[in-house]
């Protein structure tokens, strides 16, 4: 009989005092004395597992989230992590949680924390004929709260076929805002949604709780955050007349459309990226939205940081074009998620491509990098690798320019609308992949065309298998500034 391979979620921490005893430039280093040199596998026990979500609790208590799967479904799981990467045996008696919501795949894709250290998990929940939103809602010690919608879940069937929940936040109020897609005859809408802490739909949100809206022909969304004000912005991508971009879409408090925002309400890359793609979005202390994303030229993705203004423009004060590339090689690189660490850094996680194989990235970028240089990619050279113990040191680097290319795209905010026109066809690709060992490698930034504008500097590690592809799908910080990733 062919034995089945398992898939595991890796953990991987990085702490900076590492990185300065061993390189003067870069950011961060893998901490070896966090779970088994410096990274933690976790299979549940099961036979293709993946990690989607993380969170960490003022106490450094890491939590990740994402899916168990036997040899019939998928259901929700979750394991709880010390700050040094063992278990938490606190956390359901073995620092792992499995939790079946409906009879068919159940998956978790975003994790965050109410105030009063309760966990709430989101993503869908498969019935026999489509997804429906699903959220649960746990204790600090693991167990379901049962107060907590029906039995500590709720369902929420919102169009005809699949419907997901892909990105989650917490106000200041401890309502609960989400992000997700819902999947129709002719594209995917973007549907944004407020609950309170007790899993009831918020009749004050939009129509019944929730809003529908609909960008170009075919729109999901990847990120959510809640600003100052209340006011939410989503971030994703959308497709419109043979078209792929990123966009960031402002809401009132209300779940209305933000028409101050951006332009009519909608964010979209800068003048001089034609094809793009956009993924998580953060929020700074000074409300700069960070956006994880690639731009796409020749058929080829480019991991890209941007920034946008807190009223939805580019940040031209951002390297003078209101992004910066996260170089890793000639080949596909994306970045997934993005966290603001401090004033002074960004850290961002995804995959780096190499001979056609993804490898999983962390990068940072230093706001206060006075003497970073830049350069274009087709000029990288990468120099002979230096050995430092376990981990291998390499050089990459960065950049880009600005024209003016106007676009214009339709936004809907009707429940009616959505209903009578329906939506997507297709099914949300996301990456899973296997993971088991690696080794490091920190890409700096190289001395070459020094541009006077460049306000930053970008570090990049790669974590290789060797075998089989990886990717960053989540990051968080812990209270004392060290960074966590995970990812399948």
Not at 156 to 169: F, R
Not at 344 to 367: C, I, W
Not at 401 to 416: C, G, K, L, V
Request: hydrophobic residues 40%.
């Amino acid at each position: 009989m062919e034995r089945k391979k398992r898939q595991y979620i890796l953990i991987s921490l990085a702490v900076c005092a590492l990185c300065w005893t061993h390189c003067a430039i870069a950011a961060y280093s893998l901490n070896t004395r966090f779970g088994e040199n410096g990274q933690v596998s976790e299979s549940l026990g099961g036979i293709s597992n993946r990690g989607h979500g993380i969170v960490v609790q003022p106490d450094g208590a890491i939590i990740v989230a994402g899916s168990k799967s036997s040899a019939a479904d998928h259901d929700f799981s979750l394991f709880r992590l010390l700050p040094d990467g063992s278990y938490d045996t606190s956390f359901n008696g073995d620092g792992r949680v499995v939790t079946a919501i409906g009879n068919a795949d159940d998956e978790i894709l975003a994790v965050e924390l109410l105030s009063d250290g309760r966990i709430i998990a989101a993503g869908y929940s498969e019935s026999d004929t489509d997804r429906d939103f699903a959220l649960a809602c746990y204790n600090s010690d693991g167990s379901l709260d049962r107060t907590f919608g029906d039995e500590g879940v709720v369902v929420m069937e919102v169009g005809q076929q699949h419907d997901e929940i892909t990105a989650l936040a917490i106000t200041e109020k401890d309502d609960i805002v989400i992000a997700g897609v819902a999947e129709g005859t002719n594209g995917r809408i973007i549907v944004v949604g407020r609950f309170d802490s007790s899993g009831t739909p918020d009749q004050t949100f939009g129509e019944l709780g929730i809003c529908l809206v609909g960008v170009g022909e075919d729109a999901v969304a990847q990120g959510v955050v809640v600003q100052g004000n209340g006011s939410i912005v989503i971030s994703g991508s959308y497709f419109e007349e043979k078209q792929l971009s990123l966009f960031l879409v402002g809401l009132h408090e209300d779940g209305s459309i933000d028409a101050d925002f951006g332009i009519e309400g909608i964010a979209m890359a800068p003048p001089d990226i034609d094809f793009s793609e956009g993924f998580g979005v953060a929020l700074s202390d000074a409300e700069e939205l960070y956006l994880a994303g690639s731009a796409i030229h020749e058929e080829q993705s480019d991991a890209v940081l941007f920034r946008f203004t807190a009223d939805g423009h580019p940040d031209m004060q951002f390297e003078g074009k209101g992004y910066t590339n996260i170089y890793a090689g000639p080949e596909d690189d994306v970045i997934y998620a993005v966290q603001v660490i401090n004033t002074e850094q960004v850290v961002v996680t995804g995959y780096a491509t190499k001979s056609g194989m993804r490898r999983f990235l962390m990068a940072t970028y230093s706001l206060t990098g006075s003497d970073a240089k830049t350069f274009e990619q087709a000029r990288a050279v990468f120099p002979e690798s230096i050995t430092l113990s376990a981990l291998k040191v390499e050089s990459g680097s960065i950049d880009g320019n600005a024209e003016e290319n106007p676009q214009e795209i339709e936004i809907q905010d009707s429940f009616e609308e959505f209903l009578n026109s329906g939506v997507s066809a297709g099914v949300l690709k996301r990456l899973y992949a296997a993971v088991t060992g690696f080794f490091v490698e920190e890409a700096v930034a190289d001395e070459l065309d020094e541009v006077a504008r460049t306000q930053g500097r970008v570090n990049v590690t790669l974590l290789d298998t060797e075998r089989v592809d990886a990717a960053g799908l989540a990051v968080a910080a812990t209270p004392g500034g060290d960074i966590v990733v995970v990812g399948t």
